[in-house]
């Protein structure tokens, strides 16, 4: 059976926002403690002292503010972005001929280094999200392939994480829920090491950098 921190923590981080705010001091325990009273009982299956839901709040509220305190460390100065227009983006179904296809057309392009192209692979189906200005020989490429979805008119947001951001939890969630709170839809997102690109619609990438380069 979970304890009372466990079943107040999991709680908590259903709502990405409240746990924000209770990182940033903000939150009235007791209030929220009153608020939660009923839900934490139903999954304890028992009766709940208020002054335990206080002190449960307390403990999560300092372990979100120390690792908050831990991302800001990390961003001594603001990163740079990147921004990239004319995007699309298309997905097939995996197959024993996807690969070949995509290798030969990434030894093509490879004298091309300036133009925008990716390649996730997952369990059923691999994209491509690539420069527009090559969107005929990206599609000639995989030409006989099951055709998934295709999409147009998005551009991207690259932010240059600093080195040591791999060992720092919560970073791509930061981004992300910002972009949220703003209501702009993340279409896909692309990472490497040091490397988080946000893909959305064209009309929405002025706010999305904005939005970004406040953060930090």
């Given at each position: 059976?979970r304890t ?7 709680l ?8 924000d705010?209770?990182?940033?001091g903000?939150?009235?325990?007791s209030?929220?403690a009153r608020?939660?009273?009923?839900d ?19 403990r ?6 120390a690792?908050s ?23 097939y ?10 290798s ?9 280094p ?13 994209t ?20 998934v979805?295709?999409i ?9 994480l ?12 930061h ?10 839809n993340?279409i ?5 090491l ?14 999305a ?8």
């Amino acid at each position: 059976m979970r304890t009372i921190p466990e079943i107040v923590t999991a709680l908590v981080r259903r709502s990405p926002y409240l746990e924000d705010a209770l990182s940033l001091g903000i939150v009235n325990h007791s209030a929220l403690a009153r608020r939660i009273r009923r839900d934490v009982e139903r999954e304890a299956m028992k009766s709940v002292q208020l002054g335990a839901l206080i002190v449960a709040l307390g403990r999560l509220s300092r372990t979100l503010t120390a690792r908050s305190k831990k991302r800001a460390g990390v961003f001594r100065r603001a990163p740079d972005l990147i921004v990239r227009l004319r995007l699309f983006e298309v997905t097939y179904a995996n197959s024993a001929t996807l690969v070949l296809k995509q290798s030969r057309l990434l030894e093509r392009l490879s004298a091309r280094p300036s133009l925008f192209l990716t390649v996730t692979r997952g369990i059923n189906e691999t994209t491509i999200i690539a420069s527009r200005e090559i969107e005929e020989p990206v599609l000639a490429a995989f030409r006989g392939e099951r055709h998934v979805c295709q999409i147009g008119q998005l551009a991207s947001v690259t932010v240059m994480l600093p080195a040591g951001t791999v060992s720092v939890p919560g970073v791509y969630s930061h981004i992300l829920k910002a972009l949220a709170w703003e209501g702009l839809n993340v279409i896909e997102v692309v990472s490497t090491l040091n490397e988080f690109t946000v893909v959305l619609d064209e009309r929405d990438i002025d706010a999305a950098f904005s939005i970004i380069k406040r953060l930090f």
